[in-house]
């Protein structure tokens, strides 16, 4: 289907991966001393990088950053858009250091979380905030309100969507039945008994789905990102909000990743009206965030549920939520990062990216294909995905292996688990320049044309 020989994917792998263990003895020593890390690693997805060893960090400033091998890397990962910003943004910087000398949690507001409340209310048009440490912290105290506001048990979900580390969100379709998605550790109950799912693009599904009248709240990202991008078809978010609005479902809008649209994330860039937005990690500007916004009728109805006195025991908060580290880090953030003028940037930088892409693939005849998503792009080894099911039943683990091994083994770090690269501001035109340099080198590796 991706149009490559199989024998000679092999032999190129194994050519990379020698050279990759040859250029990087110091990242492989630590591997394999680093004996007090559960898999030698802080967190197991940190395995998941091609190679038989993950790169180890040295320093990371803007675009770029150095391995302890002491190699330089153009950064299009970012860390999974935490770094979206830029790695080491000065002024956030400066901002944590001077609130770090005053303290960094007391459990008290601060004049910084009014004013970042008033910021993502004018980006977002949702007029109450709160915070959290995490989108996926923000997305599981969503969906609480969502049901002690409705009275529903259920939530309704993408196949194949990813909003952190909710036990609700973690599923897939199989038929008509909801399941665990493959991976999933320990799920606390059968999914089937939280969550509906239903395809992207397919508002049949959703309406029958809504139709049973046990569901409260719809929780999308309005392009899928984390299955790599799968763009809304057109009038399908219009015919989300009808029909949930018509079904009494609160419409949740995680712009965690989506954020790479536009300052007001796809919600601002393409006039969306949801009942509750959550975001995360971007707007933090490196540092542990979330936060999700309310409309004012939702919020009302938030407000009377805090009022309770068990409040602090039902399942929302987090003694470092909303801490002041935390709201300093976020008033530099969006004080002076993702404003519009960086986004014509990044956007432009990911057009040419996605060009890049287009003409190589195109030059050897293949049926691949690459969408952009504002400062985001991916490439594909199929046609453009229509479902998450579509993309999911795409990928090719070798061969996205290989494309990202070729490409760290020449200076350019993608996101793991996706052929996508995101932009930050401190980017330019020769970053762009060399992933397509390399690109183009692997395609005619690969092809020999």
């Known amino acids: 289907m991706t149009g490559i020989d199989r024998s000679v994917l092999a032999g190129l792998m ?53 391995d302890i091998d002491g190699h330089e890397y153009v950064d299009l990962c970012l860390g999974d858009t935490g770094a979206m910003t830029g790695h080491a943004h000065p002024a956030v910087g400066r901002a944590i250091a001077e609130q770090l000398g005053r303290g960094a949690t007391v459990m008290l507001p601060t004049t ?64 008509d039945r909801t399941v665990s998605r493959p991976g999933a550790i320990g799920p606390q109950v059968n999914p089937a008994l939280t969550t509906r799912v239903v395809q992207f693009n397919d508002l049949a599904g959703l309406e029958e789905a809504a139709a049973i009248g046990d569901v409260a709240c719809m929780l999308i990202e309005p392009a899928l990102t984390n299955i790599g991008i799968v763009l809304p078809e057109p009038g399908y978010l219009e015919g989300v909000r009808e029909i949930t609005r018509r079904y009494g479902i609160l419409l949740i809008i ?31 500007g490196g540092t542990p965030v979330g936060a999700y916004g309310f409309s004012a009728d939702v919020a009302a109805q938030v407000a009377a549920l805090q009022d309770h006195d068990g409040i602090d025991v039902s399942g929302v908060g987090g003694t470092l939520a909303g801490n002041a580290l935390s709201m300093a880090a976020v008033r530099a953030t969006l004080t002076h990062a ?59 683990h070798e061969l996205d292996a290989f494309m990202h091994l070729w490409a760290i083994n020449r200076g350019v770090l993608l996101t793991p688990f996706h052929n996508m690269a995101l932009f930050s501001p401190f980017h330019t035109q020769a970053d762009v320049d060399a992933h397509t340099r390399q690109f183009d080198a692997a395609l005619l590796a690969l092809t020999g044309r």
């Open 254 to 284: 995680d712009e965690t990743h989506t954020i790479c649209a536009g300052p007001g994330g796809c919600t601002a860039a393409w006039g969306l009206e949801p009942d509750i937005v959550v975001i995360g990690k971007t707007i933090g």
């Open 338 to 396: 993702l404003l519009p003028e960086q986004f014509a940037h990044t956007v432009q930088l990911a057009k040419e990216w996605t060009n890049g892409v287009q003409d190589a693939y195109e030059r050897r005849g293949l049926s691949w294909s690459v969408q952009q998503l504002g400062a985001r792009a991916e490439y594909w080894f199929c046609p453009p995905p229509r479902t998450g099911a579509d993309a999911a039943a795409a990928v090719d």
């Open 14 to 66: 194994a050519q990379e991966t020698d050279r990759f263990v040859t250029t990087h003895p110091r990242s492989g020593e630590h591997a394999r001393s680093a004996s007090s890390l559960v898999g030698g690693v802080p967190m197991p997805w940190m395995r998941r990088w091609p190679g038989p060893f993950p790169l180890v960090l040295e320093a990371a400033n803007g675009a770029r950053f150095t």
């Open 112 to 175: 910084d979380a009014s004013w970042v409340g008033d910021e993502l209310a004018r980006r977002f048009g949702l007029p109450k905030w709160q915070f959290a440490l995490s989108a996926t912290d923000a997305n599981r105290f969503v969906l609480r309100f969502a049901r002690g506001i409705t009275g529903r048990p259920k939530v309704l979900v993408h196949d194949w969507c990813y909003h952190g580390t909710v036990d609700e969100t973690l599923v897939v379709a199989m038929g």
